[in-house]
C-alpha cells in the first residue's frame, strides 16, 4: 500500500536515472506553513478560528443555531471550513469561510451557551491583511495543480509574480504581524525558490515555452546564460544532424601535384591531425551561427498569449525551428508539481490492497489509468 507518495516519487525518478525537480506546490506548502508558525498572533488567531470551526462542525445544537443566523441575514446556509495539518491551503480556506461568515458566526455564539471565544472585529482585520498575503500563493498552487500541458517552464516567471505581489501587498499591510507574516514568506520564498533561475532545466524550459522566452527571468546574466546554453545545445544538435562531407578533388594546373601531396600526406599521416581539427573547427563555426540565427529568429518572433497552449505553437513551427523544436520537446514535457502523480500513487494505494492483491498488472493498470483518461474527457467534454 503507498504511503508516502514524495518518497514513492523520488525513488521513482532514482530508478529511471532522472534528475528530480522539487515540486513547487509543495515547497510553497513549507513556505506558507513555515512563515504561519512563525508569526506567533496570527498563529494564535488560527487556533481560536480552529475551535469556533470545531464547535459548529462537532455540536449539532451550534450547526442549526448557525443555519438559523444565516437565514435571518438572508445568507446562504454554508458550512464552515476545518484546517488540516498538512494542506496550507486548507488554513486559507477556513480562514476566508470565517472571515466571509463573520456575522452569523458572531450572532450564533452570542445565542450558544459555550466557552468557545469569538473573534475580535481586531483578530478579524489581522485574517482580513493575512489573506490578502496568502492569496497569490493560493492562486499558483491553484493554476499548478490543475495544470494539464505544459507547467515547468512557469516556475521561473510564477517565482517573479509572487515575489512582485507579495512586496505589493506587504508595503500594504497596516498591522505589524501581517507584516512580519509578509517578510517571513518573502525569505521562506527566496530561500526554497530562489535558485529556480540557476536551474538549468526549468532556465531552458521557460526559454522555449513561446509565453515566457527571455522575459520570464528576472537575473539579466541568467538570461543571457540560458540563451548561451540553448544555443550551444541547438547547435551540437545540428552537428550530430549533419554528415561529415566527402572531401573534394582539386582541378587546374597543379591537380596532379596536389594529388601526389595529398596521397603522400594520407600514407604518412603527417598533416592527420591537424586537418581534422581544421575541420571540426570550420563545422562547429557553422553550426554556432546556424544555431545562433535560429535562437534569435525564435526570440524575436512574437510571444504566445499566456492563456494558450505552447504545444500547439511549436507543432506549427516545428518547420520554421526544426532544432528548437526538438529541444522544446525535450525540456517543456517537465512537470513542476508532482500533485498529479501523487494522485495515480493515492489511487494506485486504494485499488492496490491487501484485499486486492491478486490483481493482474494489465487489470491494475485500467483500473488507475483508464477510468482516470476517462474522466479527464468527460471534465473536457
Request: positive net charge; charged residues 25%; hydrophobic residues 35%.
Amino acid at each position: 500500500m503507498v504511503t508516502d507518495n514524495a518518497s514513492n516519487m523520488i525513488l521513482s525518478a532514482q530508478l529511471l536515472n532522472l534528475r528530480h525537480v522539487p515540486c513547487f506546490a509543495h515547497n510553497l506548502n513549507l513556505i506558507v506553513k513555515k512563515a504561519l508558525d512563525q508569526t506567533p498572533l496570527i498563529n494564535e488567531i488560527r487556533q481560536k478560528a480552529r475551535k469556533i470551526v470545531g464547535l459548529f462542525r462537532s455540536s449539532c445544537k451550534a450547526k442549526d443555531k448557525l443555519v438559523e443566523m444565516q437565514g435571518l441575514m438572508g445568507r446562504p446556509a454554508l458550512k464552515l471550513m476545518q484546517e488540516v495539518d498538512t494542506r496550507w491551503n486548507s488554513t486559507y480556506d477556513m480562514l476566508q469561510c470565517l472571515y466571509e461568515q463573520r456575522e452569523p458566526v458572531g450572532a450564533a455564539l452570542s445565542n450558544l451557551n459555550s466557552d468557545t471565544a469569538p473573534l475580535t472585529s481586531f483578530e478579524y482585520n489581522i485574517i482580513q491583511e493575512s489573506l490578502s498575503l496568502l492569496q497569490p500563493f493560493k492562486l499558483a498552487t491553484t493554476e499548478l495543480s490543475e495544470e494539464q500541458r505544459v507547467s515547468a517552464s512557469k516556475l521561473i516567471p510564477l517565482y517573479r509574480m509572487l515575489q512582485h505581489k507579495l512586496s505589493q501587498k506587504k508595503g500594504q499591510s497596516a498591522q505589524e504581524s501581517t507584516a512580519q507574516l509578509g517578510t517571513h514568506l518573502q525569505e521562506g520564498l527566496h530561500s526554497r525558490c530562489g535558485g529556480y533561475e540557476s536551474f538549468r532545466a526549468l532556465a531552458l524550459a521557460t526559454l522555449l515555452d513561446p509565453r515566457f522566452k527571455n522575459v520570464g527571468f528576472g537575473n539579466p546574466a541568467k538570461t543571457q546564460e540560458a540563451e548561451k546554453q540553448i544555443t550551444l545545445e541547438c547547435a551540437s544538435l545540428m552537428r550530430s544532424n549533419t554528415a561529415t562531407p566527402e572531401p573534394q578533388s582539386t582541378s587546374g594546373p597543379s591537380s596532379s601535384s596536389s594529388t601526389t601531396t595529398s596521397t603522400t600526406e594520407t600514407q604518412d599521416s603527417l598533416w592527420e591531425l591537424f586537418d581534422s581539427r581544421i575541420h571540426e573547427t570550420q563545422a562547429i563555426h557553422s553550426a554556432t551561427a546556424d544555431a545562433t540565427v535560429e535562437v534569435k529568429k525564435y526570440l524575436k518572433d512574437a510571444f504566445l498569449p499566456r492563456t494558450h497552449d505552447p504545444l500547439s505553437y511549436w507543432k506549427e513551427r516545428a518547420v520554421i525551428f526544426p532544432h528548437l523544436y526538438v529541444l522544446a520537446k525535450k525540456y517543456l514535457c517537465m512537470p513542476a508539481t508532482s500533485v498529479p502523480c501523487e494522485r495515480i500513487f493515492s489511487k494506485a494505494g486504494e485499488i492496490i490492497s491487501k484485499k486486492r492483491s491478486r490483481l493482474s498488472p494489465s487489470t491494475a493498470e485500467q483500473l488507475i489509468f483508464l477510468n482516470k483518461n476517462r474522466k479527464k474527457k468527460k471534465k473536457t467534454n
